[in-house]
T-cell receptor, first 114, second 114 residues
Framework: DAGVIQSPRHEVTEMGQEVTLRCKPI?????LFWYRQTMMRGLELLIY????????DSGMPEDRFSAKMPNASFSTLKIQPSEPRDSAVYFC????????????FGPGTRLTVL | SQQGEEDPQALSIQEGENATMNCSYK?????LQWYRQNSGRGLVHLIL?????REKHSGRLRVTLDTSKKSSSLLITASRAADTASYFC??????????????FGKGTHLIIQP
């Protein structure tokens, strides 16, 4: 298996633009997580899915952020409109069965909003 | 929300020495995990210790867990330059839902001097 795949690896955009981040979890993993990492706040859980269903989105900072998982092999995190304070590295991770198990992280998407 | 806090924030040692990092957390947990992050990469799972375990070993890694003090330590023996990375503890809290995501600390940045 290729591991968790994220695209793009780098994204530079201007304030106000829509940004879509993509993730392909490891095949067979039931849980998918989206995290945001910044120097100031560390690694924050934004939202997670179980069997394609959003379970907890309390970490999503505001309505500008949305996430979907239309099938077991694909998820998106969308920011619309983007703001400079959204600049961060966004990670997708997946795990088997319960969320407390080992998580496998993708390489991340480094987002810069100018 | 509960959060693991690593100590120290940064650690620099000579190659061959042992490195010890600590993690404290606030509420009861099912398990505690340690992850490594190399610069510009995603997190990689190192070891998981369950709440009923006190010590666990994996190669040059030794993890201890003291649930009465709500703390854990990660010891890396005979350090190598390749161990240079950030190390994070992550806790799986006990909750009614039973499927919460992990909560990560801000990490310890370890530098191994050759």
């Amino acid at each position: 298996d290729a591991g968790v795949i994220q695209s793009p690896r780098h994204e530079v955009t201007e304030m106000g633009q829509e940004v879509t981040l993509r993730c392909k979890p490891i095949s067979g993993h039931d849980y998918l997580f989206w995290y945001r990492q910044t120097m100031m706040r560390g690694l924050e859980l934004l939202i997670y899915f179980n069997n394609n269903v959003p379970i907890d989105d309390s970490g999503m900072p505001e309505d500008r952020f949305s996430a979907k998982m239309p099938n077991a092999s694909f998820s998106t995190l969308k920011i619309q409109p983007s703001e400079p304070r959204d600049s961060a590295v966004y990670f997708c991770a997946s795990s088997l069965q319960q969320g407390g198990n080992e998580q496998f992280f993708g390489p991340g998407t480094r987002l810069t909003v100018l | 929300s509960q959060q693991g806090e690593e100590d120290p924030q940064a650690l620099s040692i000579q190659e061959g020495e042992n490195a010890t990092m600590n993690c404290s957390y606030k509420t009861s947990i099912n398990n505690l995990q340690w992850y490594r992050q190399n610069s510009g990469r995603g997190l990689v799972h190192l070891i998981l210790i369950r709440s009923n375990e006190r010590e666990k070993h994996s190669g040059r890694l030794r993890v201890t867990l003291d649930t009465s003090k709500k703390s854990s330590s990660l010891l890396i023996t005979a350090s190598r330059a390749a161990d240079t990375a950030s190390y994070f503890c992550a806790t799986d809290p006990i909750s009614g839902g039973g499927a919460d995501g992990l909560t990560f600390g801000k990490g310890t940045h370890l530098i191994i001097q050759p």
